[in-house]
């Protein structure tokens, strides 16, 4: 991970911790649940946004780099399709091996905070919104 930009590691780490803190058991992340997590993550850290667009770029060089796995998947008639992210290694292990190269001083304290911000997101997600 060591030669990413802080960009694509606020990417990976956003679809680390979807699993982590997620109440629901997930066996994949949908790509808008991460996106909107990434979204709150470089806020708390008063880092610059990307798009979406270079979001799905970010992870589409974390897969080239075998750090995930994608899927595309659709949600039935009309609700469109998006991408899913499967962790080759443990989220875990990732999420704690990312913490350590980004600026984590806004995360440790908001740690409560972002599992609830996850899990409305899953919620969200799930219920069509």
Same mark, same amino acid.
């Given at each position: 991970?060591?030669? *990413?930009?802080?960009?694509?590691? *606020?990417? &990976?780490?956003?679809?680390?911790?979807?699993? =982590?803190?997620?109440?629901? #058991? &997930?066996?994949? !992340?949908?790509?808008? =649940?991460?996106?909107?997590?990434?979204?709150?993550?470089?806020? &708390? *850290? %008063?880092?610059?946004?990307?798009?979406? %667009?270079?979001? &799905?770029? $970010?992870?589409? /060089?974390? @897969?080239?780099?075998?750090?995930? %796995?994608? @899927?595309?998947? +659709?949600?039935? $008639?009309?609700? +469109?399709?998006?991408? @899913? $992210?499967?962790?080759?290694?443990?989220?875990? !292990?990732?999420? /704690?091996?990312?913490?350590? #190269? =980004?600026?984590?001083? +806004? =995360?440790?304290?908001? @740690?409560?905070?972002? /599992?609830?911000?996850?899990?409305?997101?899953?919620?969200?997600?799930?219920? +069509?919104?």
């Amino acid at each position: 991970m060591q030669g *990413l930009s802080t960009q694509k590691k *606020l990417s &990976l780490y956003a679809a680390a911790i979807v699993p =982590i803190h997620s109440q629901r #058991n &997930l066996s994949a !992340v949908p790509s808008t =649940i991460a996106y909107r997590v990434y979204q709150y993550i470089t806020d &708390l *850290l %008063d880092v610059d946004e990307k798009s979406r %667009d270079s979001f &799905l770029r $970010y992870m589409n /060089e974390a @897969e080239t780099y075998n750090f995930v %796995d994608s @899927e595309k998947r +659709g949600r039935g $008639y009309g609700s +469109g399709v998006h991408k @899913e $992210y499967t962790f080759v290694d443990d989220p875990e !292990v990732v999420a /704690e091996t990312l913490q350590a #190269n =980004i600026r984590r001083e +806004g =995360i440790t304290h908001d @740690e409560e905070l972002i /599992e609830s911000v996850v899990n409305a997101q899953i919620q969200d997600f799930f219920d +069509g919104k």
